[in-house]
């Protein structure tokens, strides 16, 4: 279904349509390269990790001589050879340790061999001596007088100037909001609810691991090839860690075999790189085990929230108070851009006239985390949507109903100062609503089976920094083909189909005409900031679209000129220029890359046409370390809600998700099938988060780093029907009106089971994972029969 | 470490190959042979994109020993298709759009080939059945279930043709 308030526009050929996505032949025969796949040739080395068993200490001493005097073993480093700091927003990290590890997996070593046999082996005979020191488990904890300083240099690291970290203590980042008078609201309130939910950490797991292959020429240029959704921001950050230009650093990233913001910024990929340093002109690969993906890559960070919040006696909100502890882990670099982007998104969907939120990062002896889809957003609408429906029931009021009052409208002053743009979060959640049957209760399959029904809403916008750009290219072939060129990553989400659809409708050619060009490679592909924030569709395809349309351009100059002709008279239409004027015609075959012959062999008209667009917002300002408070924090929300229908096993407590409905605002579906697709894996893996998901960290070791013990969705699990429900309002500045939808998908899909669980069963499950065991104790203490 | 001189139909095609005894198929395949459509994502059995056919039956190629491979019979993605003609069930993910990233699609198909082959008219549960030992992170399974159950349909169309 597609609800479009613009149905009535006419869009060119081929937005709107659901073509096939570009990569689908070359995925389905095994042809499609993943970066473990390219061949190196016999000089290829192989790189392994030494890394810290424990969660806290200091480095006393490393002997590397044995692993040094094993044949076979080309090179071994640790952190002295590298002093330089790597960080997105705040450079807290070194490539290897130097002084102190701080969580278990921090690499304090590397080796470089013939085999990754040999290369393991030498890791065992590396000696290193720790001192053990306090650590930090919990980040409330971590924020108290009494807690261990894990970074004693934070006044020292550089960082970005919306991040404010606070030396001296854990606090790597302390976001504020302080909109209206919360303390002067709750008196006004006719009912006040107060919770605390403690979200775990989680992988993101995709199921290609890390891999990176880094090789050094002897005059210090250096080629990267990488699983990455980053390879630009990959070259910058590595350009710095090594004080060379990024023009000397090339980054190759082919097709990405999941990402979900784990390939993001610069993790894993600089260990390889330090080590091809000391090998040069030899590529030295790194791939991690399925085991260190768990706890090396960045995780999903932990969350402690703390909820209050008040509305009237008509159901109105009036005030919210957050309190939020991230768990950082030992490295924040990135992570304090989550902290941030929960700040300033923290009433969730809703219009809330006062709201006081503080939101920390904060440094723990926990594996490091970072960005995942939903960045941040997830982990705070699991108790936030929670939190609504039970406000909703103490004032005796329906919860869609409650958020039909309150959900946030275009022209709303939004929790930073902003003004909201127009949106359709209000249809979303009565298509959801009316889709799901909302008060219709069906019977259960079994008799000691309960039914249910809940219901959430999302909003998410990218979190990015303000000028975050986009660029490409637009080529014609000399038979009139085209070949873009984008530095955005193809990882699952489809946005080299996306490409492909704006330069043809730009152009004005048909779908099929169009390739892309792979992989990405910074040498040879125009800038991208990063393949994060569902913000490709907009950003760069916004880039694509202009470049489309400076191709255009030039085509229509050049057949003007040879045909006397003004070009506003010309079009081109299916791959054909023509006027409308003379109702002459011509194919792009053969004249957009030779030109069009003058008359009389007197010479020619036209060149290569090639074209060049790109597109960075310029309007996102800063906001008040204090307050919070400024004109824009961000670019757009896209917004959306999720209903769903469980049964719950009162003899196991077992949840079963039997169906789900999901209606997200897209602004515009460029590829209508590829926004449904989106939208149902989205909605499986949050399924799977809500279910199942859990890093079980125990003293800062995981105790269930494999897949037997950390369980995903499987296909049994998938429930037997999603629903997806695409609302089309306009983004002012997308192409065609489009947003992204990529993250979103997941962030509302816990909180509406929590809610479908209470609505069947009579329990709140709190945090997440709602595992079989939790649900049937919780019903084992509530009584429930 | 001992060799094992070793002869294997691949896709087809008989070859003749020296493996050390502790290499696993899937490397054998990845690194010696070429064959990169198979994937490697845990080395532990529990992922399933290594899932290649061999003599006929859906295996994890992480967990065999090529040494055990001695005159057996292996079908892995790059074989799926012939003559620039794809097999149905990989026509069927590329028309259902039941492909993201792309990482599980190899094992994917190659357990849903193997199930068509043993059960041409599988039910709902049998496909999800079947493959439950493949992880895919990015589709949430609907669309490759829906694919699998019309390639059994267009490989019936398929067959009946063929005996017309």
Same mark, same amino acid.
């Given at each position: 279904m597609v609800i479009s308030d613009a149905a009535a526009e006419k869009v060119p050929h081929p937005i709107g349509e659901s073509v096939r996505r570009v990569d689908a032949y070359e995925k389905v025969t095994g042809a499609a390269q993943f970066a473990d796949d390219l061949q190196f040739g016999p000089g290829l080395l192989f790189a392994r990790i030494k890394r810290s068993p424990i969660p806290h200490g200091r480095i006393l001493r490393i002997d590397t001589s044995k692993a040094r005097a094993l044949p076979g073993v080309k090179a071994v480093i640790t952190g002295k050879d590298f002093p330089g700091h790597i960080g997105l927003y705040l450079k807290d990290r070194y490539i290897f340790c130097r002084d102190k590890v701080r969580y278990v997996g921090d690499p304090v070593a590397g080796v470089a061999a013939i085999s990754e046999e040999i290369a393991e082996k030498a890791l065992d005979l590396i000696e290193v001596e720790y001192l053990p020191l306090p650590a930090v488990f919990d980040p409330e904890y971590g924020v108290t007088s009494e807690a261990p300083i894990l970074h004693p240099d934070l006044g020292d690291y550089s960082v970005v100037n919306f991040v404010f970290p606070k030396p001296g203590t854990n606090i790597s980042n302390h976001f504020k909001i302080r909109k209206g008078d919360v303390h002067a609201a709750w008196g006004s309130c006719a009912a006040v609810i107060e919770r605390t939910y403690h979200i775990p950490h989680i992988q993101h797991v995709p199921i290609e691991p890390h891999v990176a292959v880094a090789k050094m020429e002897e005059n210090g240029k250096l080629k990267v090839w990488a699983s990455s959704q980053s390879p630009f921001a990959q070259r910058s950050l590595i350009a710095s860690a090594l004080d060379i230009s990024p023009s000397d650093v090339e980054v190759v990233a082919p097709f990405v075999g999941g990402g979900f913001g784990c390939k993001a910024g610069l993790s894993m990929e600089a260990l390889a790189v330090a080590i091809a340093t000391r090998v040069k002109g030899r590529p030295v690969k790194l791939r991690l085990t399925r085991e260190e993906e768990f706890y090396t890559a960045f995780v999903r960070q932990g969350l402690v929230a703390h909820f209050k919040m008040g509305c009237d006696s008509e159901g109105r909100l009036l005030a919210m108070e957050n309190r939020f502890y991230w768990d950082g882990g030992a490295y924040t670099e990135y992570g304090v851009n989550i902290t941030r982007a929960s700040g300033y998104s923290s009433s969730g969907p809703y219009d809330v006239p006062n709201v006081r939120t503080d939101s920390y990062c904060v440094y723990t002896n926990h594996p490091v985390g970072g960005p995942m889809r939903g960045f941040g957003m997830p982990e705070m609408h699991a108790g936030l949507e929670q939190c609504i429906d039970e406000l909703a029931a103490q004032i005796g009021m329906d919860p869609v109903r409650f958020r039909k009052i309150n959900c946030v409208q275009g022209g709303d002053i939004l929790v930073t100062g902003m003004t909201m743009h127009p949106t359709g979060l209000s249809q979303c959640l009565e298509k959801a609503a009316e889709a799901i049957g909302w008060g219709y209760k069906d019977p259960p399959s079994a008799t000691n089976k309960r039914r249910g029904k809940g219901i959430a809403m999302m909003w998410k916008a990218p979190a990015m920094p303000p000028n975050a750009g986009s660029s490409a290219w637009v080529e014609l072939n000399e038979d009139g083909t085209v070949t873009v060129s984008v530095g955005g990553q193809e990882i699952g989400q489809g946005s080299f189909t996306v490409a492909a659809q704006m330069a043809a409708a730009a152009l004005g050619? !048909?779908?099929?005409w169009v390739r892309v060009a792979g992989p990405v490679d910074t040498d040879h592909s125009p800038y991208e900031w990063?393949?994060?924030?569902?913000?490709l569709t907009w950003s760069m395809g916004n880039a694509v679209y202009n470049a489309g349309r400076d191709a255009r351009h030039q085509i229509l100059e050049m057949v003007a000129q040879a045909w006397g002709e003004k070009p506003e008279d010309l079009d081109i239409s299916n791959g054909m220029v023509i006027?409308?004027?003379?109702e002459e015609s011509q194919s792009l075959k053969n004249i957009v890359v030779y030109g069009i012959p003058k008359p009389n062999d007197q010479g020619w008209t036209g060149g290569p046409i090639v074209g060049r667009g790109n597109f960075m917002p310029t309007y996102v300002t800063g906001l008040d370390p204090e307050t919070g408070q400024g004109p824009r924090a961000v670019v757009h929300y896209t917004t959306g809600a999720q209903a769903v229908e469980v049964e719950v096993d009162l003899d196991t407590g077992k949840v079963e998700v039997l169906r789900g409905v999901a209606a997200f605002d897209v602004g515009k579906a460029i590829n209508p099938d590829m926004v449904k697709a989106q939208i149902e894996g989205g909605f499986v893996q949050g399924v799977s988060t809500a279910l199942f998901e859990e890093l079980k960290l125990k003293e800062g070791v995981l105790q269930n780093s494999s897949f037997v013990d950390y369980r995903i969705a499987t296909s049994a699990d998938a429930p037997q029907e999603v629903e997806a429900i695409i609302v089309e309002v306009a983004q002012d500045d997308g192409p065609f009106g489009a947003r992204g939808i990529g993250e979103?998908?997941?962030? !509302?899909t816990t909180p509406a089971i929590a809610n479908a669980i209470f609505d069947a069963v009579g329990i709140r499950p709190g945090a997440p994972p709602f595992t079989s065991e939790k649900v049937y104790l919780a019903m084992r203490e509530a009584g429930v029969e | 470490m001992s060799i094992h001189r070793i002869t294997l139909t691949v896709n087809g095609e008989v070859d003749q190959v020296d493996v050390a005894s502790n290499v696993t198929l899937l490397r054998l395949l990845r690194e010696k042979l070429a064959l990169t459509g198979t994937k490697n994502g845990c080395m532990a059995g529990e992922c399933g994109a290594c899932t290649v056919m061999l003599n006929g039956e859906p295996v994890n190629s992480c967990m065999v020993l090529a040494a055990e491979c001695d005159g057996a019979h292996v079908l892995t993605v790059e074989g799926l298709a012939h003559d620039g003609v794809l097999d149905p069930v990989q026509q069927a993910i590329v028309d259902h759009g039941a492909i993201q990233c792309g990482f599980c699609t190899p094992g994917i198909l190659i357990s849903a080939r193997a199930l068509l082959d043993r059960n041409p008219k599988p039910s709902d549960a049998e496909i999800r059945e079947a493959i439950v030992g493949n992880l895919c992170r990015c589709t949430g399974y609907l669309r490759i279930v829906d694919a699998i159950q019309d390639a059994a349909h267009r490989q019936e169309v398929l067959l009946q043709e063929a005996i017309i």
């Open positions: 050619v !048909p779908y099929d990063q393949t994060v924030a569902s913000r006027s409308y004027k003379t979103h998908a997941l962030v !509302p | -």
